[in-house]
T-cell receptor, first 113, second 114 residues
Framework: DAKTTQPTSMDCAEGRAANLPCNHS???????VYWYRQIHSQGPQYIIH???NNETNEMASLIITEDRKSSTLILPHATLRDTAVYYC??????????????FGQGTILTVHP | NAGVTQTPKFQVLKTGQSMTLQCAQD?????MSWYRQDPGMGLRLIHY???????DQGEVPNGYNVSRSTTEDFPLRLLSAAPSQTSVYFC?????????????FGPGTRLTVL
């Protein structure tokens, strides 16, 4: 699984949208982009994933550029509980790589009152 | 469902001692794995299993053993603990197959080796 690049840290005001960027310029055609987050001292939590189309679920939206070299995770209305480390991960589709996740340093998102 | 459970939550060992970190899941997931997380770093894969009786090494397997005798349990054994194994250990599980991409993590075991 190739490496992704994320900013080390970001700040966001409570109630505003948090936009977390991720560069994955060497992503291959069969690799998905996954987002997980880790709230302090807890296990990572799955947020969302996508291949080439934009995706939305109850937690967030994922916007993937047309060339698939970068993506943005959007938390539409950030709350203090969204303060966490956010990991952007590339991996092959579910069955072929047996679910192995390669975690980088991630982005520390701090949501301020 | 309880999800993924890990015991103990905290453990302190002396160098050379052995112990087993327990991990269990009640979601009938085929795939289970162990990660370690050192301060300021992302998670690194230690060992994983795609089903009962099948295990394989991850990125940092040295010093750890695993076995998978049942679908539910995936214990991690430290045969002779070393200070370098001081870390937070996370167990995870997921369904196998392209339609089941979410990986569920346990709450972690915080291990200190003196």
């Amino acid at each position: 699984d190739a490496k992704t690049t994320q900013p080390t840290s970001m700040d966001c005001a409570e109630g505003r949208a948090a936009n977390l960027p991720c560069n994955h310029s060497t992503i291959s055609g069969n690799e998905y982009v996954y987002w997980y987050r880790q709230i302090h001292s807890q296990g990572p939590q799955y947020i969302i994933h996508g291949l080439k189309n934009n995706e939305t679920n109850e937690m967030a939206s994922l916007i993937i550029t047309e060339d698939r070299k970068s993506s943005t995770l959007i938390l539409p209305h950030a709350t203090l509980r969204d303060t966490a480390v956010y990991y952007c991960i590339e991996k092959n589709g579910g069955g072929t790589s047996y679910g192995k996740l390669t975690f980088g340093q991630g982005t520390i998102l701090t949501v301020h009152p | 469902n309880a999800g993924v459970t890990q015991t103990p939550k905290f453990q302190v060992l002396k160098t050379g001692q052995s112990m087993t970190l327990q991990c269990a899941q009640d979601m009938n997931h085929e795939y289970m794995s162990w990660y370690r997380q050192d301060p300021g770093m992302g998670l690194r894969l230690i060992h994983y299993s795609v089903g009962a009786g099948i295990t394989d090494q991850g990125e940092v397997p040295n010093g750890y053993n695993v076995s998978r005798s049942t679908t539910e349990d995936f214990p991690l054994r430290l045969l002779s603990a070393a200070p370098s194994q001081t870390s937070v250990y996370f167990c995870a599980s997921r369904r196998h197959g392209t339609d089941y991409n979410e990986q569920f993590f346990g709450p972690g075991t915080r291990l200190t080796v003196l």
